[in-house]
């Protein structure tokens, strides 16, 4: 079995990378030899589609599975789309990480656990915290770390954010500062989320349980058109929300797109780069399986 981990630098004694599309290096790691491969990430400085991208890149390489801390919407559809389970919330050595999967103790996530644009530039927005990790807990249900941060002089965390930047603010952060992160495999053990009103709890649960069989069956679906046909992923306008502005026809680097009264994608000249569906207003562009809207 082949994994992908996200990672610091090019070894296995390196430390796993809190973002997916823009860590420095993949490690594609034989589960069975643990022998590997380093990639370094030719997405890092793009200016967006960098997790649609790498997730393109990494479902090439063959991997059934990746390890990461943080995966956004766009990343993880196409690995929904190619069949690829996503693992949430990994940290420490990569090394470490591996063995921890090797021994079942990682979860495959069932949604995205970030925003789009999580880890661009040097360091998060002011004042915004990263979404607690899905996955790794039994339930699916988001589990919080509390971080405590020696505020310096000039109001700065003591602890880094998990996207790369340090955290500003007061003494106290929310999530992942120096001294709260949970090591990795231990996020299930967290305190849940408060409890639902009364009555309330078990239609909660049945819509989540609704919601990962959809999922599931859509992933289901998805690796047996790949099999049967090996579908292209391109970009794919949703009518409904297109307004015909124009923006995604004006930022394509391969003229893919043209607009008559509503945007149209050329499927034979999209690369799926992203690009698009970072620039429209009205998120109408997703990524998908070319023949699978």
Known sequence: MKVAVTSTGPTLNDQVEARFGRCPYFLIVDTDSM????????NLALGGGAGIQSAQMMA?????HVLTSNCGPN???????????VLLGVSGPVGEAVEQFKAGEFVSAGAANVQSHFGMGAA????QAPDASF?????????????????GGRGMGGGRGMGGGRRRGGGRGMGLGGGGMPAAGSFGAQPLAPALPEGQDELQSLKEQAEALKRQKQKV????????????VV???????CVGCGVCAGVCPNEAIRVDTQAIVDPDRCTACGVCV????????????QGKQ
């Open 235 to 241: 970009a794919f306008v949703q009518a409904e929300k």
């Open 278 to 289: 970072s620039a429209c207003p009205n998120e109408a562009i997703i990524i998908s399986q």
């Open 60 to 64: 090439e390489k063959g991997v059934s």
């Open 75 to 85: 990343a993880f559809r196409v690995f929904g789309e190619a069949g690829v389970a």
């Open 135 to 151: 996955g790794n807990s039994p339930t699916g249900i988001p589990s919080m770390g509390m971080g405590r941060g020696m505020g």
């Open 124 to 127: 998060e927005p002011q004042g």
């Open 221 to 232: 679906e998805s690796r047996m058109d790949q099999l049967q046909g090996g579908r292209r």
């Open 35 to 42: 022998q590997f491969e380093a990639v370094e990430n030719p």
